[in-house]
């Protein structure tokens, strides 16, 4: 124990070198990374810097080479080819920020090991149970890290961060296994339908990449939702309720009444597998004026431009009804189906990894992405980018899990993959 002190002061970088994937993720885990859509700056929110600048100063001192972070906290980094061949140059990427929908400061994660399916005691008066979250009984035998009830974990997508990090030592450490040029990226804001706007991928200088933002082991995902915002502004007319006759207009019960228009079961709750929906998430009101925000999502391109339509509709058949500009709709476009860009042209991206997974003993698990993914929006900028298992479940609450044999599996899907590519013909 003495002797591993004096290394500890001595010679820091060969401990950090030789950190395990738990113990990095665990430290990324100390770290606020929470995003803010309120923000407009870059990051959102000063905690995403902070933790970029540690993630420059580690991969500086893991060797890697390139390594730079842009003024926006965006961090990219080299594993240089050790192969005479030209191959393809290809990157690994996750994001660093947490959800803003559950606290990521002072997370206090725990381990469980060789869980047995039955009711984990997060803390008093929290359980997480199979009961509620199945899932739980897909990793019985496995050692699972928890939080304590009270915070997110941040394994979306910190997990994803320390797979790629240690896969990159593992391959510096493993000279024998050959790879061409991998490229890393680490970015800001995911969570806020922002992470992709200021990555540069010209810069990133890849043919083809992937995320490392899926969840339980063996996905892969590249048909992913198309997305919009709407934001639906009202506007009332308040006079005193005992003179309001002919007068008053209530922006809250017209509120209702928009809501109203649209199709009760296109909403999440009702909508599974490719079904597209409206999703109300938030209103703000009061009879002088209401404003409402609306999520658009549909994998289908041609759907998708008819949901936008139909919320404009309802906007002027409101307008015609209560006078004009009573409702105001403004949509934004957030990003596309990158299935798009996958097929045909560029499958030998998804075939890499179903070889990948096969070869390190992982049942791939393709499916639709109810949600979005930085590679989305990469893949229209020109970057094939699908996305990847990272390990971890119940993504942005207190009862976020993950696996640590998943992100073992993870790291080894990733090195499988650098491998392949270099004995990859065009």
Same mark, same amino acid.
């Given at each position: $124990?003495?002797?591993?002190?004096?290394?500890?002061?001595? !010679?820091?970088?060969?401990?950090?070198?030789?950190?395990?994937?738990?113990?990095?993720?665990?430290?990324?885990?100390?770290?606020?990374?929470?995003?803010?859509?309120?923000?407009?700056?870059?990051?959102?929110? =000063?905690?995403?810097?902070?933790?970029?600048?540690? !993630?420059?100063?580690?991969?500086?001192?893991?060797?890697?080479?390139? %390594?730079?972070?842009?003024?926006?906290?965006?961090?990219?980094?080299?594993?240089?080819?050790?192969?005479?061949?030209? %191959?393809?140059?290809?990157?690994?990427?996750?994001?660093?920020?947490?959800?803003?929908?559950?606290?990521?400061?002072?997370?206090?994660?725990?381990?469980?090991?060789?869980?047995?399916?039955?009711?984990?005691?997060?803390?008093?008066?929290?359980?997480?149970?199979?009961?509620? &979250?199945?899932?739980?009984?897909?990793?019985?035998?496995?050692?699972?890290?928890?939080?304590?009830?009270?915070?997110?974990?941040?394994?979306?997508?910190?997990?994803?961060?320390?797979?790629?990090?240690?896969? $990159?030592?593992?391959?510096?450490?493993?000279?024998?296994? #050959?790879?061409?040029?991998? #490229?890393?990226?680490?970015?800001?804001?995911?969570?806020?339908?922002?992470?992709?706007?200021?990555?540069?991928?010209?810069?990133?200088?890849?043919?083809?990449?992937?995320?490392?933002?899926?969840?339980?082991?063996?996905?892969?995902?590249?048909?992913?939702?198309?997305?919009? /915002?709407?934001?639906?502004?009202?506007?009332?007319?308040?006079?005193?309720?005992?003179?309001?006759?002919?007068? $008053?207009?209530?922006?809250?019960?017209?509120?209702?009444?928009?809501? =109203?228009?649209?199709?009760?079961?296109?909403?999440?709750?009702?909508?599974?597998?490719?079904?597209? &929906?409206?999703?109300?998430? /938030?209103?703000?009101?009061?009879?002088?004026?209401?404003?409402?925000?609306?999520?658009?999502?549909?994998?289908?391109?041609?759907? &998708?431009?008819?949901?936008?339509?139909?919320?404009?509709?309802?906007?002027?058949?409101?307008?015609?009804?209560?006078?004009?500009?009573?409702?105001?709709?403004?949509?934004? %476009?957030?990003?596309?189906?990158?299935?798009?860009?996958?097929?045909?042209?560029?499958?030998? %991206?998804?075939?890499?990894?179903?070889? =990948?997974?096969?070869?390190?003993?992982?049942?791939?698990?393709? /499916?639709?992405?109810?949600?979005?993914?930085?590679?989305?929006?990469?893949?229209?900028?020109?970057?094939?980018?699908?996305?990847?298992?990272?390990?971890?479940?119940?993504?942005?609450?207190?009862?976020?899990?993950?696996?640590?044999?998943? $992100?073992?599996?993870?790291?080894?899907?990733?090195?499988?993959?650098?491998?392949?590519?270099?004995?990859?013909?065009?």
């Amino acid at each position: $124990m003495r002797k591993r002190c004096y290394l500890c002061i001595v !010679l820091p970088i060969v401990i950090i070198q030789r950190m395990t994937l738990t113990e990095r993720f665990l430290n990324y885990t100390k770290f606020d990374t929470q995003s803010s859509e309120e923000s407009q700056t870059v990051p959102s929110t =000063a905690g995403q810097l902070v933790f970029a600048e540690y !993630l420059k100063k580690e991969l500086e001192r893991e060797g890697l080479d390139d %390594v730079e972070m842009d003024g926006q906290g965006y961090v990219y980094a080299t594993l240089r080819s050790n192969i005479k061949e030209s %191959v393809p140059t290809i990157g690994f990427i996750s994001h660093y920020d947490t959800s803003p929908d559950c606290s990521g400061a002072g997370v206090k994660p725990q381990i469980v090991r060789n869980y047995d399916g039955s009711d984990i005691l997060l803390s008093e008066g929290i359980v997480s149970s199979p009961a509620m &979250f199945p899932e739980l009984l897909q990793h019985v035998g496995e050692d699972l890290i928890v939080t304590d009830g009270h915070t997110l974990l941040g394994a979306d997508d910190k997990a994803g961060i320390a797979e790629i990090v240690q896969a $990159m030592v593992w391959l510096q450490q493993h000279k024998e296994v #050959r790879h061409g040029k991998i #490229r890393i990226a680490f970015n800001p804001d995911e969570e806020i339908g922002r992470g992709a706007h200021h990555f540069d991928v010209d810069k990133f200088g890849c043919e083809w990449a992937y995320t490392m933002d899926g969840s339980d082991v063996g996905e892969l995902e590249y048909d992913n939702f198309n997305a919009a /915002s709407a934001k639906i502004t009202i506007r009332g007319i308040n006079i005193h309720p005992g003179y309001a006759k002919d007068k $008053m207009v209530n922006a809250n019960l017209l509120a209702a009444e928009f809501a =109203a228009m649209l199709p009760r079961d296109e909403t999440p709750e009702h909508t599974e597998g490719y079904q597209g &929906f409206y999703h109300l998430t /938030s209103i703000q009101s009061t009879v002088d004026q209401a404003k409402m925000t609306y999520l658009i999502r549909d994998h289908d391109r041609d759907r &998708f431009e008819e949901r936008k339509r139909c919320i404009l509709r309802c906007a002027e058949q409101m307008n015609q009804k209560y006078g004009e500009d009573t409702v105001v709709g403004v949509i934004d %476009v957030q990003y596309h189906n990158m299935k798009e860009k996958i097929e045909p042209e560029n499958m030998h %991206v998804i075939d890499l990894v179903l070889k =990948a997974m096969q070869a390190v003993g992982v049942s791939p698990k393709v /499916s639709p992405i109810r949600g979005g993914t930085d590679g989305a929006q990469l893949s229209f900028k020109g970057l094939p980018c699908p996305n990847i298992f990272a390990g971890g479940i119940n993504f942005h609450g207190p009862y976020e899990f993950v696996s640590i044999q998943s $992100m073992e599996k993870a790291m080894q899907v990733i090195v499988k993959i650098c491998e392949l590519t270099a004995g990859y013909n065009q």
